[in-house]
Structure formats: structure tokens, C-alpha cells
């Protein structure tokens, strides 16, 4: 019954959905569970254009080796060529510090993406279902999250496809039965310790037995989801074009004003800035009425207010990650330019780009950042300390100019606004038994 219900179903899906599949060359990760051997059945019933990779993750011993060894037969036996790749998941979890699920995740997809481009397949299948749309709902919903979170696990995204969004788990255990076909049980999908497992062992069976139709009903509400999102995306689409005022090389400008007469300005702020990493939602909004130069910052990006328009840009691998300069170190080339550090044979009138400081003030190693909102010194020749703010507006310096400023800092202490003021208290006087002369040179 179900080798032609689920095939005839998964053919008439292809077809009116995922025709592109025809004549194409994929890729279909394969675990060794249930879910993607019968992916690679059905495809391979299909006469689809398929090749097998599988990834051991090396985490659960002998197992993860025959999980390898049956995907390996599996090939041989459909007469397919397969890719297996081995990954020291645990080392890349603590590297990255990232959990072992999200390590192998992006294993994972950065491998297929790499056979993908380099062996010319045009799409990458992954056996998602029904039941894992619905955990991933559930999660999200016990986190917070917005309509995104809510509207499921993308059909199509970039070169990966998932053609079994539309099939429940028990229909395809049962079409992989009805077939007599063999699968292997990953033991990790019984630990109750991952919330993903604990829903789909306790929580929605529950939820199934409450309503035999739940599944169903979920499928078409995720529907109802999906398809807001795609006039919500149209929307945006257009108050972008109203807001956006100018798009740089590697700055997007956006018009405040424009913004603040949209009729929910939060809501909108979300939908603008979501994909790039912000959680502050409170504080984006603020930047509306703040004064200018205050921003945000996520992971990968920045947004300034700037007088009348928001600025969004990438953040630099200078900015996310200050040079630390050593004890010892005579010459570092670092963002700021290149920093020469000696002992001078005699001390002379500072340039505006060398220091001479009391070497034994100083904590190692130094740290050379670029300014933050209440950052503050002592300036040379002044009493008292002064936020750096103040001094950049006193010194009338352009946004731009106080963008380019760096700090060389000792701790928590500024030792030096670079190419522009000494702090005070590590100047050289005659209690100064060691000098140390910095140079910044271009």
C-alpha cells in the first residue's frame, strides 16, 4: 500500500513543486536513519540524477562507524557513488565554543557545500519531515522568536532541499517496512537530555493522542505562516526602497524620519535589521532619538545614528578583535598601523605620532581597541579625567575621523588617543627610572 501511496505522493510533489530536481545532479546527506534512506529510495525509484554523503561525526564510537560502514553498503547495493567524510566534532565544538549539535551542524553543511562546488552537484537533499518541522516549531516557541521561528524549516534555501516537509514521520516508517528496508537507529535519539528529544518522546505523542488531526492541523497553520511571511517580505521589500537612502560598498544608509512615520516603527526595525544578528531591540529603537555617534553592535554588524539616517555596516576584523602587544614585542604591524616600541638613548619633544611612558607603569600585554561609549582619560597637561567623547568634540573631529581613532590601553587605563593626546598619569617625570618610546608609523 504505502510503496505507491508515498512514492505516487512524493513523484506528484516533485513534479509540481521541485521540478528543477529533473535532470539535475544532487547530493543527499545520509545519516543511515530511517528518514534518509528512504529519501534516497525514493529518489533513486524516481531515477533522479543522485549521489550519497555521509558524515561521521565521530561521537558515538563503534557506532558511528557502522553507521558509516551501512551507508557505504547502502551505495553499493543502489549502485551509487558516495562521499564519506570523518570530522573531529568534539575539538571543533570546544574551538569554536559552540555546542557538539550546532559543531555538527556546521561541519556539516560548510563539507556539503564544498562537494557541491567542487563536483559541479547543483542541489543538496536533506530528509527533513513533517515531525521535525513541528519539534523545530515547539523549540522555537519555548525560546521566543518571531514569525521566522514560527513558520518552519525552509522547503528551498539556496541549494538545499528538503522534498519531505509534506510526509509525517509514521508515513515513512511505514513506507520503509512495507519495503522491507534497513535502517540504522542512532542511540542519541533516545537521551532525554536534548530538548528536541524530549518533545518528540513525550511531548507530541501527547499531543497526538489529545487530537488524532494535530499533525495535519499544524501543517496547514505553518501554511497560513508562510505564506504571512511571504507578504510581510513583500512589504518590507517595499519600505526598504521608501527608507533606504543610500547603498555604499559596504555601508547602507537609512532614513530616520522616513522611519519614525511608519505606523509601528519597532515592528519595522525588526523586519529591517533582523538578518543581521541584532537582539537589542530596545536599544535599536532608542537610536532613533539618540544623539549622534550612539550604535549598536551584534556579532557581524554596527548601526550608527548619524544626525538623520541610521548607518548599517560590517564590522571589521579590526574592530572585533583589538592587537595585543607583548612585553617583548620591538615591532607589531596592527590596525592602527605599524607600532615600534624602544628604549630611547635620549628623550626628546613627542611627535604627534610617538609617546615616550613610564615603561613601569604599564601592565602587559597593552591593547590597542578603538574607542567605546564612556570610555575616558586623563589628558597630558590637563587636571582631571575627560570622556573621550567630550574630547572628540571639543577637538571638533568628524564622524569620520572618530571612527579612525584608536586607543592604545594598559588594563583599563588609556595610555595614549593615538596621533593625538597622551593620557596624564603615564607621562615620564623624574621619578621615571624606565622609558619606552611607542611609534606609529603608516
Known sequence: MYIYRVFDQFKNHVNERLSFLKGSRILIAVSGGVDSVVLTQLCHLLKLDIALAHCNFNLRGEESDSDESFVYELAKELDLEVFIESFDTEIYAKSYKVSIQM?????????????????????????????????????????????????????????????????????????AKSNKLKWREDSSNRSEKYLRNKLRLEVIPKLKDANPKFLKNFKQTQKFLKDSRIIINDKIDDISNHVITQV????????????????????????????????????????????????????THRLLKDREKLILS??????????????????????????????????????????????????????????????????????????????????????????????LCSGNDIIWVVNRRLDDRFKVTQKTKSILKITVKE
Open 103 to 175: 559543531a555538527a551542524r556546521d561541519l556539516r553543511y560548510s563539507w556539503f557545500e564544498e562537494l557541491a562546488e567542487q563536483l559541479g552537484f547543483e542541489y543538496i537533499l536533506t530528509a527533513h519531515h513533517a515531525d521535525d518541522e513541528l519539534e523545530t516549531f515547539l523549540i522555537n516557541l519555548s525560546r521566543g522568536t518571531g514569525l521566522d521561528g514560527l513558520a518552519g524549516i525552509p522547503e528551498i534555501n539556496g541549494k538545499v532541499v528538503r522534498p519531505l516537509l509534506p510526509f509525517s514521520r509514521d508515513e515513512i516508517i511505514a513506507f
Open 248 to 299: 555604499l560598498e559596504k555601508q547602507v544608509h537609512f532614513n530616520i524620519q522616513q522611519i519614525k512615520e511608519l505606523t509601528y516603527p519597532k515592528a519595522y526595525l525588526y523586519e529591517l535589521f533582523k538578518d543581521y544578528g541584532f537582539t537589542e531591540w530596545n536599544d535599536i529603537e532608542d537610536l532613533l532619538n539618540a544623539q549622534p555617534g550612539k550604535y549598536v553592535i551584534s556579532k
Open 314 to 407: 560590517e564590522l571589521s576584523e579590526d574592530y572585533q578583535k583589538p592587537d595585543l602587544i607583548h612585553e617583548n614585542t620591538k615591532e607589531i604591524d596592527t590596525a592602527a598601523g605599524r607600532l615600534i616600541l624602544k628604549e630611547p638613548e635620549t628623550f626628546t619633544t613627542d611627535k604627534i605620532n610617538s609617546i615616550h611612558i613610564d615603561k613601569e607603569l604599564l601592565k602587559f600585554p597593552l591593547e590597542l581597541r578603538k574607542w567605546q561609549d564612556g570610555d575616558y582619560f586623563y589628558p597630558f597637561g590637563m587636571k582631571g579625567k575627560k570622556k573621550l567623547s567630550k574630547f572628540f568634540k571639543d577637538e571638533k573631529l568628524s564622524l569620520l575621523a572618530k571612527e579612525n581613532t584608536w586607543l
